[in-house]
């Protein structure tokens, strides 16, 4: 670059830092198409301000077991792994995180369909005490909104689902409770089977139990939606 303007390095460099330009960094970003998007920002973070239960599914979580051991950390090398895998067979975890007191209550299901969220929901039902209401916040799947999901909420009326805007996941805290089972028990862990990655993963969902830390949402709605109005601003402005 430096080359092709007649600069040298050495001005490229400072022209980049006073005009704070990193062009190595790239970011990506999707902005909802959701027609309902604030009004469901709004329903959502409502909630969350006062504290309901999430729930929600990560689907096929793979059971990997690495083709090569994997070399451990030592003085003046970091830990090396191999970037391929030896798969194993996938498994569905459901998990619903208890925005004020940080527990979760899970299963696990070979597949996900209308029949296994139904058996979750009936799971949560049991576990929350009968005299509260549970408000669960979930994704658009079309397993959340079939004829037998509309059964079973007509017959369990203290349940209340609330959809995220399409596009739109990060809006659910549950994603940071599955963000974080990935980083700390999946990303290096080594799992020959189904049974032992479902062993895994209720290990750490013991730990949570065990020394909960609820997740605190801490901008309003209208802050969330000020925030995507000056990002879409930029770019329009930006001319994309």
């Known amino acids: 670059m430096a080359r092709?303007?007649?600069l040298s390095q050495t001005a490229v460099s400072r022209?980049?830092?006073?005009?704070?330009?990193?062009?190595?960094r790239t970011?990506?970003?999707?902005?909802?198409?959701?027609?309902?998007?604030?009004?469901?920002?709004r329903d959502i973070v409502g909630l969350y301000l006062n504290l309901p239960d999430k729930v929600d599914?990560?689907?096929?979580?793979?059971?990997?077991?690495?083709?090569?051991?994997?070399?451990?950390?030592?003085?003046?090398?970091?830990?090396?792994?191999?970037?391929?895998?030896?798969?194993?067979?996938?498994?569905?975890?459901?998990?619903?995180?208890?925005t004020k007191t940080g527990k979760v209550i899970s299963a696990f299901h070979l597949r996900q369909r209308a029949r296994e969220f139904r058996k979750f929901l009936t799971t949560i039902d049991a576990r929350?005490?009968?005299?509260?209401?549970?408000?669960?916040?979930?994704?658009?799947?079309?397993?959340?909104?079939?004829?037998?999901?509309?059964?079973?909420?007509?017959?369990?009326?203290?349940?209340h689902l609330h959809f995220t805007p399409t596009?739109?996941?990060?809006?659910?805290?549950?994603?940071?409770?599955?963000?974080?089972?990935t980083e700390k028990q999946l990303r290096r862990g080594v799992h020959r089977s189904t049974?032992?990655?479902?062993?895994?993963?209720?290990r750490y969902v013991d730990t949570t139990n065990a020394h909960p830390k609820p997740f605190v949402w801490t901008k309003t709605a209208d802050e969330i939606l000020a925030s995507v109005a000056r990002f879409c601003q930029r770019i329009s402005n930006s001319g994309h």
Request: aromatic fraction near 8%; glycine fraction near 4%; include cysteine.
């Open 195 to 202: 049974r032992e990655l479902a062993l895994a993963i209720c």
């Open 128 to 159: 929350v005490p009968a005299h509260l209401d549970v408000h669960l916040i979930l994704d658009n799947s079309s397993t959340h909104k079939t004829p037998a999901i509309h059964r079973w909420l007509a017959h369990h009326p203290r349940v």
């Open 57 to 98: 599914e990560k689907t096929q979580i793979q059971a990997l077991d690495r083709s090569q051991p994997i070399l451990p950390l030592r003085p003046g090398h970091p830990e090396h792994r191999t970037h391929d895998y030896t798969r194993h067979g996938t498994t569905t975890l459901f998990a619903a995180f208890n």
């Open 167 to 181: 596009g739109a996941s990060w809006i659910n805290l549950v994603e940071r409770w599955f963000a974080a089972l």
């Open 27 to 41: 970011e990506t970003f999707k902005l909802s198409k959701d027609p309902l998007f604030i009004e469901k920002v």
């Open 15 to 24: 022209i980049w830092r006073a005009f704070a330009l990193q062009p190595h």
């Open 4 to 6: 092709r303007c007649g």
